[in-house]
């Protein structure tokens, strides 16, 4: 029997991500993930692990309000709330996209600018300001925060199990940042999901998700592999057009609350 063994949050995009025995889903996907955003002051463009990969390093944790408790060794513990929607709005740039969203204060910037080392801001999207999803999967109106491009990340248990197996080591499921895993199935079964249900809840899976260096950071250390694992081993195997395929990006078609146990019902 399939079942949903593990959920996550990363409120912060890029930054440690938190275990969850249970989460709400919004249009967004998990209530408070990647709702939160770090942008070099001067351009606005984001920053990630890929450039930054002390980020593994900096906890920032969701708060009932929306806000975020940052915290990192060294560093006095700062809360931060959700800012005005419509206030000191900053343009940013997320890949492609292009938007305007509220900055969240000087108090958050000088902190955050001392712990990457450089001058930085930190922003909030709210629901109304959220992007669209790539054009040509999914549907018009699919939104999502933050995250690289889809509001939820799904991987199988199994498909782990094998990338782990062929390294030569254990490998941490944070490396690779999903929303929902599942366990019960055969290793990359979700490769060919449609559409699944889980608790009251239908998913669209809408395409494969394609990895990039920062599976190569251990979440523990912030340090980055020296012989590229497992990013290596799954571009041996795993590389099609378009990249190297680990996981699966869903879309959520209905809001409401999901737990670790729950049984989840291949629909198609």
Known sequence: MLRLSALYRYPLKSAKGEHLPQAALDKLGVVGDRRWMLVDEATGRFLTQRTDPQMSQLSALWNADGGLTLSAQGFEALDVEVPEPEKDL???????????????????????????????????????????????????????????????????????????????????MLRFRPNL???????FAEDGWKRIRIGDVEFRVVKPCSRCILTTIDP????????????ATLMSYRKQEGGTMFGQNLVNDSNGVLEVGMPVTVLE
């Open 90 to 172: 900053r343009g940013v740039t997320i890949w492609r996209d292009t938007l305007r969203v509220p900055d969240a204060g000087d108090m958050a910037a000088d902190w955050l600018s001392r712990f990457i080392k450089k001058p930085i801001r930190l922003v909030h999207v709210p629901v109304q300001r959220a992007r669209t999803t790539e054009a040509g999967y999914g549907r018009d109106d699919d939104k999502v925060a933050f995250a690289d491009g889809y509001p939820l990340l799904l991987i199988g248990q199994a498909s782990l199990d094998d990338i782990s197996s062929r390294v030569g080591r254990p490998l941490e």
């Open 181 to 187: 895993v599942i366990e019960g199935s055969e290793a």
């Open 220 to 231: 523990q250390t912030g340090v980055r592999d020296e012989q590229r694992e497992p990013l």
